[in-house]
């Protein structure tokens, strides 16, 4: 039931500049709970963890995904506002990042979605999250970045030499 009341609102204006403001409590909980709780539970939500384009250090972030096979898709949609989220910067810069997901850490290889695959993966974000619609109209025709987060081996293929 709070998973719908908070589709439905995510709508409204006030909603986006309430959730930013909760972003760095949600990182907090995300962390005393090693990544098991974030977004409060009430929607599929990871930790993608980026390297800071400028910095170098790490950046972590919650943000809402939908599965896609063993990939997972997210959107820098970042409330609507006129500009990109620092981490699809960061993606950009370094597609190389890590995603936890309830406690499990994931590395990962993000790909930026185009034509006919953004067009698919677009209708999976909007069906777990129809506010992102309104999103777009806020961004002012900006163009909202779709990333598929692809999981990458830990290690060397079955015995090959470590790198």
């Given amino acids: 039931m709070l998973g719908s ?3 439905r609102v995510g709508h409204h204006r006030w909603f986006g500049a309430a959730a930013r403001l909760l972003v ?3 990182r907090l909980v995300g962390r005393l709970t090693r990544g098991r709780v974030v977004a409060l539970g009430l929607i599929p939500s ?5 390297t800071g384009r400028r ?3 790490p950046r972590s972030n919650p943000l809402l995904y939908v ?3 063993d990939a997972y898709v997210v959107i820098g949609s970042n409330w ?3 500009h990109q989220p620092g981490w699809a910067m960061n993606l950009l810069a370094d597609p190389a990042a890590e995603v936890d997901i309830k406690g499990r850490r994931t590395r990962v290889r993000a790909e930026v979605a185009t034509g006919a695959e953004r067009d698919r993966l677009w209708q999976l974000l909007v069906t777990e999250w129809p506010a992102y619609r309104t999103y777009v109209e806020r961004a002012g025709g900006r163009e909202i970045r779709i990333f598929r987060l692809v999981p990458v081996p830990d290690g060397p ?3 090959a030499p470590g790198r």
Avoid: E, I, N, Y
């Fill in 67 to 69: 599965p896609d096979g």
């Fill in 55 to 57: 910095s170098g250090k």
């Fill in 5 to 7: 009341l908070t589709r």
């Fill in 80 to 82: 609507g506002q006129q």
């Fill in 46 to 50: 990871l930790v993608v963890t980026t």
């Fill in 157 to 159: 293929p079955d015995g």
């Fill in 24 to 26: 760095p409590a949600d």
